[in-house]
């Protein structure tokens, strides 16, 4: 815990983000109430709108009814040194709290999981068979619906899979959902790893289960997204920690994974290699080593696409440049310009990772280095790399200007790890309510914008 006095500078600082944090949350949320916030750009002619009707009273009940929830599980101690009963109990909460979340929105799950507009995948999975999807894959993606053309076959393929517990339409959408939820908990691997902290893991899940854009979007395939890219985070902690030689083959795989289902979160090879290097200074890797055992990953990696084409007719690379060409035209299509977006993304991702989650990220940035920390320890400590290099992956990735519009929900696998620097700070704030009131703002503009925003048109 901090004192106060002895810590005054940083004590000073976390409250200050803190209540900034609040402030613009508070802000956002009136902004959803009034129907006064413009989620997108008018000028850059693509937003959300309002639903209709008006304020619904009763979503505040659900809010408490949330609110109550969450503090109750809160008010639990953390006595063990993993914190994984507290994980469990989050994940069966989340789950409640997202069915009823959604029990009193405008569009029910099953209608966005079928309709063609929304969720093309689904159309997509019950007109083709595996086999001939990945054998055909470019001449069908030209066929099917506009959505669809800009996706690479996983998510499809994934939609099958699932239809193999349930081909119930309205059970399809909640198994979207849980395995979405699963995503906790290597989230929380990867803050115990990076972090050493029980607590900071168990608040990083918390954060991760109620991030906006994961939830706002539900039952649409973009939630699953961070679930893969926190599988290769992950294994890249568990490389960096044992040296295992598993972990890199592993990684080489789970590569091909991640492009096979989307290729926009290679960006986060920003975050991953500014991880690599500072354990690599703090002489916590050898250099021989690494590369060594990084060379097995590129193999497993070439070994894995080798197998996909030799197997199925699917080439990789080949469907990966006819996706990026196709967003390139969409952009030129819809007329959507590159200044406009450079500047309108970073408001939409705001609201898509929480304002008080960024605002702490941007707090964690100088943290270490008021601490009392020299400035290589400083600028070698994990909550520094990580902060810095999420603010890089964010900024590289709009300045790509592929995606224009609608990042709260392309840019949903970012806003999880927003969920980190956050986390930790909240874990060591010396105030027990600064992480509930983290996770309440959060559970607010979740509440409200779920009744008064069409993120999703059928």
Same mark, same amino acid.
């Given at each position: 815990?901090?004192? $106060? ?7 000073? +600082? ?6 900034? @944090? ?32 008006? $304020? ?6 659900? $809010? ?218 703090? @002489? ?7 590369? +060594? ?60 990772? @929480? ?33 810095? @290099? ?26 999880? $790890? ?41």
């Amino acid at each position: 815990m901090f004192s $106060f006095w002895s810590h005054k500078p940083v004590t000073i +600082l976390l409250l200050a983000g803190l209540g900034m @944090g609040t402030v613009v949350a508070l802000g956002v949320c009136y902004g959803i109430a009034t129907k006064s916030l413009v989620l997108g750009s008018i000028e850059g002619r693509w937003t959300y709108q309002y639903v209709r009707q008006p $304020f619904p009273v009763r979503q505040l009940l659900v $809010f408490l009814a949330l609110a109550a929830g969450s503090a109750g599980l809160l008010s639990i101690p953390l006595r063990t040194r993993t914190g994984v009963l507290h994980l469990a109990l989050w994940i069966v909460f989340a789950t409640g709290a997202h069915w009823l979340l959604r029990s009193h929105a405008r569009s029910e799950m099953k209608a966005i999981f079928v309709s063609p507009a929304a969720n093309s995948f689904y159309t997509t999975a019950q007109e083709h068979h595996p086999a001939d999807l990945l054998a055909r894959f470019n001449r069908i993606r030209r066929d099917a619906p506009w959505h669809g053309r800009s996706n690479m076959p996983g998510k499809t393929l994934l939609i099958q899979g699932l239809t193999l517990i349930s081909t119930r339409t309205d059970v399809l959408p909640w198994l979207v959902i849980i395995t979405s939820n699963l995503g906790a908990i290597l989230i929380f691997g990867l803050a115990r790893d990076l972090f050493e902290s029980p607590r900071t893991a168990v608040h990083a899940a918390v954060l991760y289960l109620f991030t906006p854009a994961r939830v706002l979007f539900f039952p649409l395939m973009n939630s699953v997204t961070p679930l893969l890219v926190l599988g290769c985070a992950w294994l890249l902690m568990r490389w960096l920690r044992t040296g295992a030689h598993v972990y890199p083959v592993a990684i080489g795989v789970a590569l091909y994974a991640l492009v096979f289902f989307e290729p926009l979160p290679l960006v986060m090879g920003l975050l991953f290699l500014s991880v690599i290097f500072a354990a690599a200074v703090r @002489g916590e890797i050898e250099w021989e080593r690494f590369l +060594l055992q990084g060379c097995a990953a590129v193999v497993a990696f070439v070994a894995t696409f080798e197998a996909v084409v030799f197997l199925t007719d699917f080439n990789l690379l080949r469907a990966f440049r006819q996706i990026g060409a196709h967003a390139i035209e969409f952009n030129e299509l819809e007329a959507r310009p590159y200044a406009t977006w450079v500047r309108a993304n970073l408001g939409e991702f705001i609201f898509a990772a @929480g304002p008080c989650q960024i605002v702490l990220a941007c707090v964690a940035v100088a943290y270490r280095r008021i601490t009392g920390s020299g400035w290589r320890a400083s600028l070698l400590d994990p909550l520094t790399v990580i902060s810095v @290099g999420l603010f890089a992956v964010l900024i590289t990735t709009n300045l790509l200007g592929v995606n224009r519009g609608e990042v709260l929900r392309l840019w949903t696998f970012l806003a999880c $790890f927003f969920q980190l620097p956050a986390a930790y700070l909240c874990s060591v704030a010396g105030h027990r309510n600064a992480f509930p009131v983290v996770l309440g703002v959060t559970l607010l503009q979740l509440s409200l914008a779920v009744a008064m925003v069409r993120f999703v048109v059928t």
